[in-house]
């Protein structure tokens, strides 16, 4: 099959060097990656116009972010790319964990049935960048994309962001009401802000290698420690489409990156891995374990979202997931202020649980490193005693780490959400991501949950508990009548009687036990902001 051709995207001379630009944007979206591209369709989603720059004009050379977790595509289903990827990737949720040439232990990440989207698919990104660049273009009144348009200078005002941009035909000038750097992990707008980026870098370095081949590896992940074919080191492989295959190797903190990069020094070690079967490289990159993070995410008028804001290493799959969480979480909330549904302060509420997020994976980051690349006798010694005792024990498989993979982050106690009048088993408390589970519609057809939630505030209605009809929601209801839980999965999920106000980011912001009118708005107004609901 052949390879991904890296087509190049038009430029065209930006309406600020033709007289013909508005005098202000609503926002601009600095970096056209899988985080800014995803910002730009979900702000149009919400009605909401931006202006997208980037300094180049093809997507992202190399596999890069390859696996995207359930919860992502469930953020891209809504985009509207969603099964695009699917259909495209390589479909997976077993993985194995191999100590020298034995295997220790298999798992399952999603062992239950009833979700539109799977476990994991892995999917190269530039792939995900194309078909999010495609999506973009069903918006051409609400998304300028703006190619070999280089942002140099950022000033900060107190109504808005003005923006010095470079491009082949000149320079010119921009002030948007909000900026978006979503520039990536060296993100220039963060150096002109002269912002720290605080965190660690761990000694430790990898090599990153898509391979092009024929081969019958299971569409699992497969994880080494020790393993014969590299010794006294790690090693994972994911299938990927295309017949490439990712392979990470780790190689030491002495290793010379320059000399690693050389195809003479890498053509033996995947030798070694794969065997006789013909093979050829298609990308390689090195790379040290990295867990970063700004301390706020929102400097008046700039935003930071993805790797911008936070990195991590790659073993996980947190960092791209992570980015699109971001997303998913800040649009609908600038959609609002700027429409002047809420005020300013609901965009603190970004700060608050996108920052509990990114903790939360630099966390597990940092702790998979130091179980990967143990320093120290007493370290390595811990590690052999837990993988020999986690093939036979279930205890030790939690003691095992080679990246805790992405789940999302619960939003429980935070400030939007209501707590709940108090704890029940088999219902879901308030700050939870919406499970999906199969549904039947109205007219007899099959579908699913999360298909019907999301975009906007909801009241999903479980059963026959009533719904006053002063509140002004849309409500869904799943029952007897209307849309049938014929398979069980909502009750199993959600309970059998129950009411939830929904985010628009498919999030729980409350429960409630027989409420009335004002019970219910309140909730809503604590969930746009209003501190004093």
């Given at each position: 099959m052949a390879r991904y051709t890296y087509p190049k995207f038009a430029t065209r001379t930006a309406p600020e060097l033709s007289g013909t630009a508005p005098s202000r944007y609503a926002v601009a979206i600095v970096g056209a990656g899988p985080v800014g591209l995803s910002a730009a369709i979900d702000l149009a989603l919400h009605g909401v116009a931006s202006v997208v720059l980037d300094d180049n004009d093809v997507v992202s050379v190399g596999s890069r972010a390859i696996c995207w977790a359930k919860r992502t595509l469930e953020i891209f289903d809504r985009l509207g790319v969603g099964q695009r990827m699917v259909d495209k990737g390589v479909t997976w949720k077993v993985g194995r964990l191999f100590h020298g040439d034995r295997e220790v232990y298999a798992f399952d990440l999603l062992p239950d049935d009833g979700h539109r989207m799977p476990a994991f698919i892995n999917l190269?990104?530039?792939?995900?960048?194309?078909?999010?660049?495609?999506?973009?273009?069903?918006?051409?009144?609400?998304?300028?994309?703006?190619?070999?348009?280089?942002?140099t200078a950022v000033a900060r005002r107190a109504d808005g962001v003005t923006l010095q941009v470079e491009t082949p035909d000149g320079d010119y000038s921009l002030t948007a009401d909000y900026v978006l750097a979503c520039d990536g992990a060296r993100?220039?707008?963060?150096?002109?802000?002269?912002?720290?980026?605080?965190?660690?870098?761990?000694?430790e370095r990898f090599l990153i290698a898509d391979v092009e081949m024929q081969a019958d590896f299971p569409s699992e992940r497969l994880f080494w420690f020790e393993p014969s074919f590299h010794a006294g080191q790690s090693a994972l492989l994911h299938k990927q489409p295309d017949n490439i295959y990712r392979i990470d190797l780790q190689l030491g903190w002495d290793s010379d990156p320059e000399e690693e990069r050389r195809p003479e020094r890498i053509i033996p070690r995947i030798r070694a891995m794969v065997g006789d079967r013909p093979f050829e490289l298609d990308w390689t990159s090195i790379y040290t374990f990295q867990c970063r993070r700004l301390e706020r995410f929102i400097h008046g008028r700039v935003i930071f979202a993805g790797d911008s804001a936070h990195v991590v290493s790659p073993f996980g799959a947190r960092g791209g997931n992570g980015g699109i969480q971001d997303v998913d979480n800040l649009c609908w909330k600038l959609a609002m202020v700027l429409r002047g549904d809420a005020g300013p302060s609901l965009l603190h509420s970004y700060e608050e649980e996108r920052g509990r997020g990114a903790d939360e994976n630099i966390l597990h980051s940092s702790r998979a490193t130091n179980f990967m690349t143990p320093k120290g006798e007493m370290a390595q010694v811990f590690r052999r005693a837990v993988l020999d005792l986690a093939g036979r024990h279930e205890f030790a498989r939690r003691l095992v780490n080679s990246g805790r993979l992405s789940q999302p982050c619960s939003l429980t106690g935070l400030a939007l959400q209501t707590p709940a009048p108090s704890q029940a088993a088999g219902l879901l408390e308030p700050g939870t991501a919406c499970p999906d589970a199969a549904i039947e519609l109205p007219d007899g057809q099959s579908g699913f949950l999360l298909e019907r939630l999301g975009g906007c505030f909801h009241l999903l209605a479980i059963g026959d508990v009533p719904v006053s009809a002063d509140i002004p929601l849309p409500v869904l209801r799943v029952g007897n009548q209307g849309i049938r839980d014929t398979a069980g999965q909502v009750g199993q999920r959600y309970g059998a009687q129950a009411l939830y106000l929904i985010r628009p980011d498919q999030h729980v912001a409350a429960r409630f036990h027989l409420p009335d009118a004002h019970t219910v708005q309140r909730a809503l107004r604590r969930a746009l902001g209003d501190h004093h609901a």
């Open positions: 190269q990104q530039y792939h995900v960048e194309q078909y999010l660049v495609d999506r973009c273009h069903d918006f051409p009144d609400l998304i300028d994309l703006r190619w070999k348009n280089k942002v993100s220039p707008v963060r150096g002109m802000l002269g912002l720290d980026f605080a965190g660690r870098i761990f000694e």
